[in-house]
């Protein structure tokens, strides 16, 4: 069976935000899956703010990708041939398919994806590496604990909307820095955050000291730059930062500074990690056991901007993330 596939490939690198010029959308046929490969049709792609990462020319943790390859995402597919013993036509699956509505994956780099138990678009967000990340972030970079005040940047985003709730069930006093009353209002209306801080409305160092009161014992960052900065003014003795992110800086073209107020560190004793979903490879089941009990006990709900459009949407969507154009987390849908 000859397929043909539509692909998003890189065809320059970006100085700053990407733009359609970054892109070129590419049809090819595919050869038949080999031995141990997979044919899928991905039926929907993550979103990721770390795709601007994976288009720069230095090697981060992804493979560097060349002008002309195919742009990386993680995403859900159905299987249509097999020659993978793990795997038949008809089965989903989850992994790395990149941008493209057909692709022959190796069997050994794809997971099975249970449909019973929650919709695609979930298997990206709260039950995916966006909940996954946000559950050791918060767990085992953060060391939240019951009592603890938790803060969260970019918390009406992917990992950040499911951190504050994951916080606010393990017992701790949860705040959410995020763009817009809207965000604000949806934060504390409907996912239970005790308070909000409205970077776009004001100073937000002052918002984050109101907030915080007597200050905070966590921090998950997602954002970097003055969330950070504002973050480390107040924090309690012994406090810990999780570094999951810093998306205000992704489409810089100038050098990013470092943060100002790092003596709080040493001050306060407290400590200041960065960490990677991948670091937790071989735990992913033990959170995924965890967020689908609290989802089951309603105390998780998982938040998602569904776009739909396929391979040809890809660009736009990509630019939400950087506009702040969604809320949870944000799903292409092929």
């Known amino acids: 069976m000859t397929i043909t596939a539509r692909a998003v490939h890189l065809a320059e690198r970006p100085v700053g935000l990407p733009t359609d010029a970054t892109w070129s959308i590419q049809t090819r046929d595919l050869a038949p899956p080999k031995d141990g490969e997979v044919l899928v049709k991905p039926t929907h792609l993550s979103i990721d703010p770390a795709m601007r990462g994976w288009v720069r020319e230095a090697h981060v943790y992804m493979p560097t990708l060349a002008i002309g390859d195919v742009m990386h995402a993680f995403g859900i597919?159905?299987?249509?041939?097999?020659?993978?013993?793990?795997?038949?036509?008809?089965?989903?699956?989850?992994?790395?398919?990149?941008?493209?509505?057909?692709?022959?994956?190796?069997?050994?780099?794809?997971?099975?994806?249970?449909?019973?138990?929650?919709?695609?678009?979930?298997?990206?967000?709260?039950?995916?590496?966006?909940?996954?990340?946000?559950?050791?972030?918060?767990?085992?970079?953060?060391?939240?604990?019951?009592?603890?005040?938790?803060?969260?940047?970019g918390a009406a985003g992917a990992v950040g909307s499911v951190a504050g709730q994951l916080a606010k069930a393990h017992g701790c006093h949860v705040i959410g820095i995020a763009g817009g009353q809207q965000k604000t209002r949806w934060l504390t209306d409907e996912l239970g955050f005790d308070a909000a801080v409205d970077y776009k409305n004001g100073d937000i160092y002052e918002q984050v000291r109101a907030a915080a009161g007597q200050g905070i014992d966590c921090f998950l960052d997602n954002v970097g730059g003055d969330a950070l900065n504002a973050a480390l003014a107040v924090l309690n003795q012994g406090a810990r930062v999780a570094i999951c992110g810093a998306i205000s800086t992704y489409n810089a073209t100038d050098p990013i500074v470092g943060p100002s107020n790092y003596l709080s560190l040493l001050r306060k004793r407290a400590s200041m990690a960065g960490f990677l979903v991948f670091d937790y490879e071989d735990r992913y089941s033990e959170a995924v056991e965890g967020l689908t009990a609290l989802m089951g006990e309603g105390r998780l709900v998982s938040p998602e901007h569904v776009v739909a459009g396929g391979v040809d949407r890809f660009p736009e969507a990509l630019l939400m993330l950087y506009n702040g154009l969604n809320t949870g987390k944000l799903v292409l849908e092929m």
């Open 77 to 153: 597919a159905t299987v249509l041939e097999s020659r993978h013993p793990s795997f038949q036509p008809g089965d989903t699956v989850s992994g790395l398919l990149g941008v493209t509505d057909h692709a022959n994956i190796r069997g050994d780099a794809l997971t099975p994806v249970d449909l019973s138990l929650a919709p695609a678009p979930t298997w990206l967000g709260a039950l995916g590496q966006t909940g996954i990340t946000a559950w050791f972030g918060l767990f085992d970079v953060a060391k939240a604990k019951p009592g603890d005040t938790v803060l969260i940047s």
